[in-house]
């Protein structure tokens, strides 16, 4: 396995700066955002670490020999809308820049990106599922012919009232993963596995490991602590956000000895990317980079630097 961590944490600096701090603090890889240039409005969106808009042979040159310089290579490239938004025109743009992100992947021979199916977060499942074929399906044969694996993070999107009730993205459960795999078969469409996820939906996060781990293209770490005192006074249907708080891996919920144990098991050889979204860490740059030392300090145990 490779340690890495998620680019968004380190909007501050430019990729050559991401690259040799990840190399000074003994990172792996890193998982470069590659979000449209502009103002987003969700948090850890809109980082642009490369812009893949009209990215080309000699600037994927430069990426890979900064990879060379630093050690440190790119794990995938990440960007994360929705592309079921209800609002065509979101969901187009969202569209037209998964393939951009897919085209920069394949030039930089990394061959991975991660991203949301997206969903209509008012609909049901049921709903939203003959748009979900008429959208991936296309998308996962455009995938193939790069030759990228896609990614798909198993987070809900359902923190937040303007997210409420469904959230928005589908891929969310072993459950809808089967119906997903099902329809769209391709060994090109697999799983950014979040085990902090499982935790707030109150299910078993290492259980997915052994019945899902042929799927895992890429993997990220992420801790979460349920207020369990405050679950009792709002319930489960409150949003999430009410009782529910993201985490430094070691400084929550999941048990990381046994998430690694059971990744062994399985054979996953590939990247596991810190995600900080920890608030405490929020502060300034130099507190971000302190929770990337600190992950790092943590993973290794179960992670040793071959």
């Not at 960007?79 to 085209?103: R, T």
């Not at 078969?185 to 899902?212: A, E, V």
């Amino acid at each position: 396995m490779k340690l890495g961590f998620v680019s968004a944490i380190l909007p501050d600096l430019n990729l050559e700066q991401l690259l040799n701090f990840a190399a000074t603090e003994g990172y792996d890889c890193v998982e470069v955002m590659c979000w449209p240039k502009g103002k987003a409005t969700r948090r850890y969106a809109g980082i642009t670490h490369i812009d893949v808009e009209n990215f080309n042979k000699k600037e994927a040159e430069a990426v890979i020999s900064l990879t060379k310089k630093t050690g440190v290579s790119i794990s995938g490239l990440g960007y994360y809308p929705n592309p079921l938004a209800p609002n065509g025109k979101e969901a187009e743009v969202a569209c037209e820049h998964i393939k951009k992100v897919i085209k920069a992947s394949a030039l930089l021979g990394i061959n991975q990106m991660n991203t949301f199916v997206g969903r209509d977060w008012k609909k049901s499942v049921e709903e939203n599922w003959p748009q979900f074929k008429k959208t991936w399906k296309p998308l996962v044969r455009f995938a193939e012919r790069q030759g990228v694996k896609i990614g798909i993070e198993n987070c809900p999107m359902s923190f937040t009232e303007d997210e409420w009730p469904g959230g928005k993205n589908l891929a969310t459960t072993p459950a809808l993963w089967k119906k997903m795999f099902h329809d769209i078969p391709s060994d090109h469409f697999g799983l950014n596995y979040d085990p902090s996820h499982f935790i707030w939906l109150h299910m078993d996060p290492y259980k997915p490991i052994r019945d899902w781990g042929h799927k895992f293209f890429h993997v990220h770490a992420k801790d979460v602590r349920l207020d369990k005192e405050r679950l009792d006074e709002v319930g489960i249907m409150a949003h999430p956000n009410e009782y529910h708080t993201p985490k430094l891996p070691g400084m929550g919920d999941v048990n990381w000895g046994r998430f690694f144990s059971y990744l062994g098991e399985q054979k996953y050889k590939g990247a596991v990317c810190v995600e900080v979204e920890d608030r405490v860490y929020e502060g300034s740059l130099a507190k971000r980079k302190a929770s990337l030392r600190q992950c790092a300090t943590y993973l290794r145990q179960f992670i040793p630097k071959m």
